[in-house]
């Protein structure tokens, strides 16, 4: 039997959303950053670690660790480059 899915509460009030929403269709941010505001908006619409892993093409462990963040930093905060690939905050 599988265990229950952990649901991490992300709170994205309304202008973070309509700035994430932008981010994530922008041509002329850093690659990074979109992909962490893709990241936030697909979770945001199913709050499954998995699943928005493959549909962005990340680890789920990548999408933890954005998650992560988002709800120790703050959403923008959570968009910025991370310092290395072992940096937890």
Known sequence: MAAPRRIIEVSIGEADLARLETIARSRTEPAGRVERARI???????????AVGEAIGVTHHTVLRCLD?????????????????????
């Open 40 to 50: 936030l908006l697909a979770y945001r619409a199913d709050p499954s670690t998995y």
């Open 69 to 89: 963040r988002a709800v120790r930093l703050g959403v923008m905060a959570a968009l910025e480059a991370w310092q290395a690939a072992g940096d937890y905050g």
